[in-house]
């Protein structure tokens, strides 16, 4: 059993070449989401969700008024 995070590592650096896609089509820095979503995995994809779902609100909302 010792010696099996290659998954684990695998899944980590996947997430953030999505994140570091992600805030490259947002509009953020994908050197830095890159990172982030390396170290931080969970944490930022909630923050990235949570940051579009604030701009699809907010442009939304223009888009009405």
Do not use: C, H
């Not at 996947?14 to 969970?42: C, D, K, M, N, V």
């Amino acid at each position: 059993m010792d010696g099996d995070y290659a998954p684990i590592i695998l899944v980590f650096y996947l997430f953030a070449i999505f994140s570091a896609y992600w805030a490259q089509e947002t509009g953020r820095s994908p050197l830095l989401w890159f990172f982030l979503g390396l170290f931080f995995a969970p944490f930022t994809g909630l923050s990235l969700l949570s940051k579009n779902s604030a701009e699809a609100s907010t442009q939304s909302a223009a888009e009405v008024t």
